[in-house]
Every structure is written in structure tokens, then in C-alpha cells.
């Protein structure tokens, strides 16, 4: 079964920071993987995604993530931390074909001025 | 393109009574999926349907909760009857194909509070 955890419920960094949101999975075949961002009150927006293509994935608002798959790991960086990405990102894994996406529990970042 | 729309945006019910949410995937997306978020939890799947065919329900509780999407466009989740641990945000996405994944749009949800 596929399956992903989240280190780390909450991580808190100081603006201008180095963020570092780190993701496992489990799974029996190469995976697809995505980190998602849930801003209050609203749905999920998709961050990027690995699709079996270029291990170094870049996202969207300078978010990035690397798919190393002799530590099965997934984990989303930024270089420098912004008070708007203050939020709730997701990880999530889906094998290939026709499998939905099973999310882990989240990570709640905060940004401190 | 317009995104994925969902109604209510928050309901509040008494234990025992019935409640059902609305979703209007994207235009054109085939798949749509129901999932149900606690709070401080991920996102976990209800169900998942393919045009206006059930997909994946294995971890919908069938004795009160029940889906459908007659015409393969919009669908409509209903709970009947409500439990207080069904206190949740209900999250309605969609997805041009089933695989490879490129990844859901995901409306704003609906918050139900039972009390």
C-alpha cells in the first residue's frame, strides 16, 4: 500500500530563512509524488509534482523539491522564506494509472518577522 | 478557467439530521473525487468517480454516507444521519484523466459542523 508521512507537524521558521518540509513515502512501485498548500479557509493548490521525469522539481512561489529515492524522501525547500507562505503543506502520493492521491497528515509552517 | 465550485461553504447541523453538498467540477475533467478532511488530519478519500461510474468507494461509510454524479458533470454527497466525528471539511476535486496523475484541482470546500 502507498503511503506517505510528514516529519514534523509544525516547523517554524524566521523570514528570509531556509524552509525544509521533509516528506517519506512508501510504496511498492515508483511513485508519483506532489506537495500540495492549504491557506485558511481554503482548498489545496498544487506546489509540483515528480512524475518520474527530472529528479529536482521546481514549483511555484520559488518552492522545490527532490526526489531521492535511495532515502524515499520527497522533501520541499525554499531558500528564503516569505511571511505570505505562512500555511499547511500536504505530501501525497499516487502510483501510477489509476490510483487517487493519499495524502499525508500535513505540516503547519509558520514565518516569524 | 473557472475553478472547482463548491456549495455550501459552511453548514451547521444537529447529530442525526441529513445534509448534502454540491460540486461543480472543471469543465471537460473526467474524474472527480469526494474527500474529507478533519482537522488537523490530510485529506482522506471518500470516493472517486470516473464520468458518472464509481471508481473507488472503499472508504466511503456506505450506511449513512452515499455519492453520485448522474450526468458525469456535477455531484452531490449527502450524509444521513449526521455524527458528531463527521465534523469535517468536505473537499470536491477533479482531474482530466485518472493516470498518469497530473495533479487534482480542488474547490474551497464545505465545513460542516455537527453539533
Known amino acids: 500500500a502507498q503511503s506517505v508521512t510528514q516529519l514534523g507537524s509544525h516547523v517554524s521558521v524566521s523570514e528570509g530563512a531556509l524552509v525544509l518540509l521533509r516528506c517519506n513515502y512508501s510504496?511498492?512501485?515508483?511513485?508519483?509524488l506532489f506537495w500540495y498548500v492549504q491557506y485558511p479557509n481554503q482548498g489545496l493548490q498544487l506546489l509540483l509534482k515528480y512524475t518520474s521525469a527530472a529528479t529536482l522539481v521546481k514549483g511555484i512561489n520559488g518552492f522545490e523539491a527532490e526526489f531521492k529515492k535511495s532515502e524515499t524522501s520527497f522533501h520541499l525547500t525554499k531558500p528564503s522564506a516569505h511571511m505570505s507562505d505562512a500555511a499547511e503543506y500536504f505530501c501525497a502520493v499516487s502510483l501510477s494509472g489509476n490510483t487517487p492521491l493519499v495524502f499525508g497528515k500535513g505540516t503547519r509552517l509558520s514565518v516569524i518577522a | 478557467e473557472a475553478g472547482v465550485a463548491q456549495s455550501p461553504r459552511y453548514k451547521i447541523i444537529e447529530k442525526r439530521q441529513s445534509v448534502a453538498f454540491w460540486c461543480n467540477p472543471i469543465s471537460g475533467h473526467a474524474t472527480l473525487y469526494w474527500y474529507q478532511q478533519i482537522l488537523g488530519q490530510g485529506p482522506k478519500l471518500l470516493i472517486q468517480?470516473?464520468?458518472?461510474?464509481?471508481?473507488?468507494d472503499s472508504q466511503l461509510p456506505k450506511d449513512r454516507f452515499s455519492a453520485e454524479r448522474l450526468k458525469g458533470v456535477d455531484s452531490t454527497l449527502k450524509i444521513q444521519p449526521a455524527k458528531l466525528e463527521d465534523s469535517a471539511v468536505y473537499l470536491c476535486?477533479?482531474?482530466?484523466?485518472?493516470?498518469?496523475?497530473?495533479?487534482?484541482?480542488f474547490g474551497s470546500g464545505t465545513r460542516l459542523t455537527v453539533v
Open positions: 510504496s511498492s512501485v515508483p511513485p508519483y
Open positions: 476535486a477533479s482531474s482530466l484523466t485518472m493516470g498518469p496523475p497530473e495533479g487534482y484541482t
Open positions: 468517480f470516473q464520468n458518472n461510474g464509481v471508481v473507488d
